[in-house]
């Protein structure tokens, strides 16, 4: 996969994870999405579509945005996560500070940006 197909699927899975956000929470997010892809050596795209690992991509009938000017945004802020270091020391998984998953307590906690919370193994 390309670098643009990569773009496209990091744009949409901070579109529909953080597009609320601010940019640093955006790139946040992008950075968890780019180290799982370097940890485990898959594209983006497997990444973002593997099965229950972002939860717009089972929650959600429409995938494509509706917000012209977010989309935006997000391409922005992955364009940038993806030609600067990571800045979330590994972090490879988040979760909303609303919800309370099973496997936050296996996990490392990293620090909090905005409304989300990251963790590393």
């Not at 601010?22 to 497997?46: D, M, W, Y």
């Not at 997000?74 to 919800?99: N, P």
């Amino acid at each position: 996969m390309g670098f643009i197909e990569g773009l496209l699927w990091l744009t949409l899975n901070i579109y529909h994870e953080a597009r609320g956000e601010s940019r640093i929470g955006q790139q946040a997010v992008a950075h968890v999405t780019l180290n799982r892809a370097a940890k485990q050596n898959r594209s983006l795209e497997e990444i973002v579509r593997a099965p229950y690992q972002f939860s717009w991509t089972f929650q959600k009938s429409v995938y494509y945005p509706t917000e012209t000017r977010a989309f935006m945004r997000c391409m922005r802020s992955a364009l940038i996560a993806m030609t600067t270091d990571d800045f979330t020391d590994g972090a490879t998984f988040y979760h909303s500070q609303d919800v309370e998953p099973e496997w936050k307590n296996e996990k490392i906690y990293v620090t909090q940006y905005g409304k989300h919370i990251f963790y590393r193994e």
